[in-house]
C-alpha cells in the first residue's frame, strides 16, 4: 500500500512537533508592581482633576518624586493648568468644571527639565499622553515611572554595534541561503517551503530544550547547544523524507519546476498551519541566554551569546564549503548543478546525490532557524518571515553558486542593520525587497552568477 507523500511527512512531523508543547523555558519577571495610584481625594466641590503620580523606579524601588512640573492642555495646545509634584509624588491639576470636562480629551506633558539630575522617564517617548474622553465624574489618575539616564551613544558608537549584529544576523542567514542555493542549483527548484524547514529546526531545538533536566559538562550548562544540534540532525533527517516522500516521486513523474514551485508553496502553507496548531502561537525563548550583560570593548557592546553564535555559524559555513569544494559528493553535486545529464553519463548518481543535498541543505536551514531563535527568540512564523530575506541573499549572490549565496547573505544582513539609521526599525526589511528589485532589473544573474543565454 503506498502513502501519500504528504500523509507521510505529517506522521512524521507530528511526534516530533508534539514535544514542543508547554515548556520549562525561562520567562520574562513582571514589572514592579504600580504604587497606589496617588489615592483619589475625597471632593465634592464638582470639578475633575488630573492627578499625575511620580515613581521612581531605580534599583526595583517604588519611590516617590517631587518637584517636577506637570503640565495639562487641550488638543489644540491651549494651556489648561501646571502643577509640581509634592513629597508624594503627586502632581494635581484642577480641570474645571464636570459639565466642561465630560465629552473632553487632555495632553498631559512631563517637563523633563525638571526631572532629578541623573534620571529619564523609563520610556522617553512617554513625556506626553493623550487622555480618552471624560466618560465618569472621577479624577484621571496616570503614573509615569523614572529611571537612570541613558546616554544616547553617537552615530559611529551606533552603527558600530549595529554592524556586529548584522554579522550574527547574516552569518546565520548564510546557512539558509547556503541550504536554498544547493537544492536549487541541483534541482532548479526554487523552494518557497525553505522557511518552514528553519522554523522545524528552531521547534525541534526548543522541544529538546523543553525536556526535564540540563546537559551539563564540567559544571557549564550545554542544554541549548545540544538542542540546537538535535535540531540539526532532526532537520537533516526531515530533509530526507521531504525528497524521498515528496520531491523524488515528483522528479521521476517529470514534473516541471513551476509544478513543483507550486506545490512548495502549498507545503509551506500545510507545515506552518500544522506548527501553528500543533505547538501554538505564542512567542518562546530558550531556557538560556536571556539576560546576558554585554562585553563592552570601547564603543562596542557585545554579548558572549552573540559571539558563540556567530564562531558556530561561521565554522558551519567553513565546514560545508570546505565539503562542497574538496569532497567526492562536493564535486559530484557540483557536476549535477553543472549539467546533471552529463553527470549521469560519466557514472554520478543524480538520484542520491540530490537526497543528500536535501539532507544537508535542509540540516542547514534547520541550524539557522534554531540559531536566530536562540538570538531573538521565535514563533511558528520565525522561518516564513526570514524567507524574504533568504531570498533576497540568494538572489544578490547569484542563484545557484555556493560563494555567492555566503556573499549575499551578508551584504544583506549588514544592511538591513545599517540601515535602521535612517529608517525606523519596523521599516528594515523593506530594503532587502529594493535590493532584490534592483538586482533583478540591473544584474538578474547575481554579483557572482553566470550570465547565461536564452533561446
Not at 95 to 106: A, F, K, P, T
Not at 130 to 142: A, M, R
Not at 242 to 251: H, I, S
Not at 416 to 424: A, G, N, R
Amino acid at each position: 500500500m503506498r502513502i501519500p507523500a504528504l500523509g507521510l511527512l505529517s506522521l512524521v512531523l507530528l511526534p516530533l512537533l508534539l514535544l514542543a508543547g508547554p515548556s520549562h523555558a525561562a520567562t520574562a519577571s513582571a514589572a514592579p508592581g504600580a504604587p497606589a495610584n496617588c489615592a483619589k481625594a475625597d471632593r465634592d466641590d464638582g470639578t475633575i482633576h488630573v492627578r499625575v503620580c511620580l515613581r521612581d523606579r531605580r534599583g526595583n524601588a517604588n519611590d516617590p518624586v517631587a518637584g517636577v512640573t506637570v503640565r495639562v492642555s487641550d488638543l489644540d495646545g491651549n494651556p489648561i493648568g501646571e502643577a509640581v509634584s509634592d513629597a508624594d509624588g503627586l502632581a494635581d491639576v484642577n480641570l474645571g468644571e464636570v459639565i466642561d470636562v465630560l465629552g473632553q480629551r487632555y495632553v498631559i506633558e512631563i517637563d523633563t527639565e525638571t526631572l532629578p539630575e541623573g534620571t529619564a522617564l523609563q520610556n522617553p517617548k512617554d513625556v506626553k499622553r493623550t487622555t480618552e474622553q471624560f466618560q465618569l465624574e472621577t479624577d484621571y489618575s496616570v503614573t509615569f515611572p523614572i529611571d537612570d539616564k541613558i546616554e544616547e551613544p553617537s552615530d559611529w558608537d551606533l552603527a558600530l554595534n549595529l554592524l556586529a549584529t548584522g554579522l550574527v544576523y547574516s552569518a546565520i542567514l548564510a546557512m539558509a541561503a547556503l541550504g536554498l542555493n544547493m537544492v536549487f542549483g541541483t534541482t532548479g527548484l526554487t523552494n518557497f517551503a525553505h522557511g518552514e524547514l528553519m522554523t522545524f529546526g528552531a521547534l525541534i531545538a526548543f522541544a529538546i530544550d523543553s525536556m526535564p533536566g540540563e546537559i551539563s559538562l564540567f559544571g557549564h550548562d550545554y542544554s541549548v547547544l545540544v538542542a540546537c544540534l538535535v535540531g540539526f540532525l532532526a532537520s537533516g533527517v526531515f530533509g530526507w523524507l521531504n525528497d524521498k516522500g515528496l520531491w523524488a516521486p515528483l522528479r521521476r513523474r517529470g514534473t516541471g519546476v513551476i509544478a513543483m514551485m507550486i506545490i512548495s508553496i502549498g507545503l509551506s502553507i500545510f507545515l506552518r498551519n500544522s506548527y501553528q496548531y500543533l505547538v501554538g502561537g505564542e512567542n518562546r525563548n530558550y531556557s538560556q541566554y536571556t539576560d546576558l550583560q554585554p562585553y563592552e570593548i570601547g564603543a562596542l557592546r557585545i554579548t558572549s551569546l552573540q559571539i558563540t553564535v556567530f564562531c558556530i555559524a561561521i565554522g558551519v559555513l567553513v565546514a560545508a564549503c570546505c565539503l562542497l569544494q574538496f569532497t567526492r559528493l562536493g564535486k559530484a553535486t557540483r557536476a549535477v548543478a553543472d549539467n546533471p545529464a552529463l553527470a549521469a553519463s560519466s557514472g554520478i548518481n543524480v538520484d542520491r546525490v540530490i537526497n543528500r543535498v536535501w539532507i544537508f541543505g535542509t540540516a542547514l536551514a534547520g541550524l539557522s532557524g534554531a540559531l536566530l531563535g536562540v538570538t531573538q527568540g521565535f514563533n511558528f512564523q520565525v522561518g516564513y518571515k526570514a524567507l524574504l530575506l533568504v531570498f533576497a541573499a540568494v538572489t544578490l549572490g547569484g542563484l545557484g553558486t555556493i560563494w555567492g549565496a555566503i556573499a549575499g547573505a551578508f551584504i544583506i544582513g549588514i544592511f538591513i542593520e545599517l540601515s535602521t539609521l535612517v529608517v525606523p526599525d519596523e521599516l528594515k526589511y523593506v530594503g532587502a525587497l529594493v535590493v532584490l528589485i534592483v538586482v533583478l532589473l540591473i544584474r538578474p544573474q547575481g554579483i557572482l552568477g553566470r550570465r547565461e543565454r536564452i533561446g
